[in-house]
């Protein structure tokens, strides 16, 4: 039996992609030295000793098989005028440097177990991660590391041959909705915990899944609870559904709609006419409702297999705060599977709404727990550090070429804009001044819709099958938007990062 993990390597292979940067002047601390060869050199004895044979098997016998995971990653990341600099107007006397270099790394063992009971089958997890960052990462935090629960969900499935099936699960473990637009990341990294790129935690601390299947059709009830920062935990606790079909060639479209049960997360609401600082709804996430619809389709069939389409549209709306809110995607692409290389060329569009000023209804998107990588749904490589998926869109263009079996090339491109002037993007952040008829007024978000231009280079090697190489550099040129908010031409912002990451 192998050791390979389907969506685990997915992860892993763009694992440390999400938004990390490259700049070669800062030099890394002689410590972070010191711990990335001691990581680096466990990693590579981890893959010595397990890759000869199926050591991760510790038991097979009697319809009950036991087996070890182990999960690591080790990654380096430098920035340089990170977040453009805006420390230097906003809070000059903090003292925060804009040059960044950093070590962080993560170690994630685990044990599973699947019992056959004739017919059905109880299975299990149990994982743990310890996480840490050497350096003082983006978000001024650093020289810290935390250990904690990942996965430890017990479950009850039919067998492997069996329709209708059934699927149902409780514990903490990883969750995804649709295509993770509202509902896929269900923990959270960085900060005390460490580790704030690479992001290892990905499990709900609590996840209560029941998912039933006839043929094509998959009907999924959940119940879910983040795992956030001690310091920051919302206490978000969702209960929803989703209904999926799943076609041929990768295709599907479903529905996922939800209602939040308990929050005590704030929305923040542009003042009237945008003039002013922004109010905070108290717990404007409590009642929440949303529904998702998704898909994804070859339109042609046959006579043009390798181009897709793909959309995705959210509602939201919250009677108690006289909320509405709407958000979407559509995709479009094209493999020229003909030629070497196999070039593949995709196009998106991606737009969230924002409170619009001129209103009293709030009408600011509220992206949940969206699935942030570049590959997925952040809004730009850099910027998506900065602003999160509200009162924004962006025009997204990516290459994706593929020299030999082992080696990804991704090119991409963002051109990101606000949907409402003066009004809050990411939670009301930047409140600045504005001249106003002659007037100084303090004002939150833009007054000027564009935001950024961004582009990130991405390098994907197999190094073997459960060792993955990822390398990047990205810049974000600020747009006029961005620059309002410090009345001045901010600076570029660049960076990058290398890691690497083993699974078994």
């Not at 490259?22 to 990581?39: C, D, E, M, Y």
């Not at 007054?447 to 459960?466: C, G, M, Q, T």
């Not at 390398?471 to 960076?495: E, I, K, L, R, Y």
Request: proline share 5%; net charge negative.
């Amino acid at each position: 039996m192998g050791c390979k993990g389907s969506d685990i390597e997915q992860r892993a292979l763009q694992v440390g992609a999400d938004r990390q940067k490259l700049n070669s002047r800062p030099r890394i601390p002689r410590r972070v030295g010191w711990f990335g060869a001691a990581t680096l050199a466990s990693l590579l004895a981890c893959h010595q000793a397990l890759a000869a044979d199926d050591r991760m098997l510790l038991l097979d016998h009697d319809g009950l098989t036991i087996r070890m995971h182990l999960q690591a990653g080790l990654n380096v990341v430098a920035e340089h005028n990170v977040f453009w600099n805006y420390a230097d107007t906003f809070a000059p006397s903090a003292g925060f440097d804009s040059n960044k270099t950093w070590l962080e790394g993560y170690i994630l063992p685990g044990l599973s177990f699947t019992k056959d009971l004739g017919g059905m089958a109880a299975y299990g997890k149990v994982s743990a991660v310890a996480s840490g960052t050497l350096g003082i990462d983006a978000y001024a935090t650093g020289n810290t590391g935390r250990v904690t629960l990942e996965e430890g969900y017990l479950g009850l499935r039919s067998g492997e041959k069996s329709d209708p099936s059934f699927d149902v699960s409780v514990g903490p473990r990883e969750f995804k909705a649709g295509t993770g637009m509202l509902l896929a990341n269900g923990g959270s990294s960085g900060f005390d915990r460490g580790a704030l790129k690479l992001g290892p935690r990905k499990a709900w601390e609590m996840a209560s899944i029941g998912r039933f299947g006839f043929g094509d059709f998959t009907g999924t009830a959940f119940y879910l609870d983040a795992n956030e920062q001690n310091e920051s935990d919302s206490h978000t606790r969702i209960v929803g559904g989703d209904v999926r079909y799943d076609g041929e060639n990768n295709t599907f479209a479903g529905l996922t709609f939800g209602h939040v049960l308990k929050s005590d997360s704030p929305y923040p609401k542009a003042a009237s006419g945008g003039i002013g600082v922004p109010t905070l709804v108290a717990n404007g996430r409590d009642g929440l409702n949303f529904v998702n619809f998704y898909g994804r389709a070859i339109p042609f069939g046959d006579s043009f297999e390798n181009f897709f389409v793909a959309g995705d549209f959210a509602y939201q709306w919250n009677e108690d705060i006289d909320m509405r809110a709407w958000g979407g995607r559509i995709q479009v692409g094209y493999t020229f599977a003909e030629y070497s290389w196999a070039p593949t060329i995709a196009y998106s569009y991606q737009t969230f709404s924002g409170d619009d000023p001129s209103t009293s209804r709030l009408e600011r998107f509220d992206p949940l727990y969206y699935e942030g990588s570049p590959s997925s749904w952040s809004t730009g490589s850099k910027s998506s550090m900065v602003f999160i998926n509200s009162n924004v869109n962006a025009h997204q263009l990516s290459l994706r070429v593929t020299p030999t079996e082992r080696d990804t090339l991704t090119l991409r491109y963002a051109y990101i804009s606000a949907n409402e002037l003066r009004s809050p993007i990411q939670f009301g952040q930047g409140t600045h001044l504005e001249i106003i008829n002659g007037v100084p007024n303090p004002v939150a978000g833009v007054s000027a819709k564009h935001l950024s231009d961004d582009i990130f280079l991405e390098y994907n090697r197999v190094l073997n099958p459960n060792t993955y190489l990822t390398a990047g550099f990205s810049v974000s040129f600020p747009g006029p938007g961005s620059d309002s908010v410090v009345n001045s031409n901010a600076p570029v912002w660049t960076g990058g990062f290398v890691n690497v990451v083993v699974n078994f």
